[in-house]
């Protein structure tokens, strides 16, 4: 479901995808913590975190499967059917998913050792 590798929207998609789910993870956890708060005795394994740690894991992949088809739309086999640009656009997109994966990772972190509502 990502547009074609040349298209130039690659190159904010997914930053946009990581500051959505950046909102979906603390308004997420916010509402969690409000309606049914988990025992602060529980420690980091409650249901909060281990829900936002399937979802991170699913936007992290998400963003990695569009750096790779960005990448392999740049690839030299393709390449040589490829303009300058198209190519410029499909290896930064890739960047930028692959920064953008990192950085989804690593919002979830905090709740492998730290309890979620405190």
Do not use: E
């Not at 025992?39 to 980091?44: F, I, N, P």
């Not at 740690?53 to 390449?79: D, F, I």
């Not at 490829?82 to 920064?99: C, D, E, G, M, R």
């Amino acid at each position: 479901m990502t547009p074609s590798p040349f298209h130039p929207i690659n190159l904010v998609l997914g930053l946009i995808i990581w500051a959505l789910w950046f909102v979906l993870l603390y308004g997420g956890l916010s509402i969690g913590c409000a309606f049914a708060p988990p025992d602060a005795g529980d420690g980091a394994w409650t249901w909060i975190n281990a829900a936002s740690l399937v979802v991170a894991l699913m936007v992290t992949g998400y963003l990695l499967t569009c750096a790779y088809a960005c990448w392999k739309a740049s690839s030299p086999s393709s390449a040589a059917k490829a303009q300058p640009l198209n190519t410029f656009i499909s290896k930064t997109s890739a960047a930028v998913y692959l920064v953008s994966a990192v950085a989804s990772l690593m919002l979830v972190l905090p709740g492998v050792r730290l309890p979620p509502c405190v």
